[in-house]
């Protein structure tokens, strides 16, 4: 199993970017996946997350109305549409899958991690 998140980059208060999450080794469609992200001096905090077939989906109040998470099954990609940016939003962003109890968005119950990409919302 293998994910690789992307996408990130500086963008000003109020823009938008798109993050994407390439996946691999497994069949995207049966697991969870989130988006988490973390903030300098900050704890691992999750962001947005689907379940199994996009059943059931989970945002954080934070990002509430203006992230939108989203999978490809085609191209074994998910992604995540943030708008509206703060300056609070900047974090290295994570894509994570999950092959049970992943629809609540636990950290804890995510078993499979790519790396890292650094959003940056300044003016």
Do not use: H
Not at 24 to 50: H, M, N
Not at 105 to 115: K, P, T
Request: net charge neutral.
């Amino acid at each position: 199993v293998q994910l690789q998140a992307s996408g990130g980059g500086l963008v000003q208060p109020g823009g938008f970017l798109r993050l994407s999450c390439a996946t691999s080794g497994f069949t995207l469609d049966e697991y969870a996946i989130g988006w988490f992200r973390q903030a300098p001096g900050k704890e691992r905090e999750r962001v947005a997350c689907t379940s199994e077939g996009d059943s059931s989906t989970y945002y954080a109040d934070s990002v509430k109305g203006r992230f939108t998470i989203s999978r490809d099954n085609a191209k074994n990609t998910v992604y995540l549409q943030m708008n509206s940016l703060k300056l609070e939003d900047t974090a290295v962003y994570f894509c994570a899958a999950a092959d049970y109890g992943g629809s609540g968005c636990s950290i804890l119950a995510y078993d499979y991690w790519g790396r890292g990409t650094l959003v940056t919302v300044s003016s």
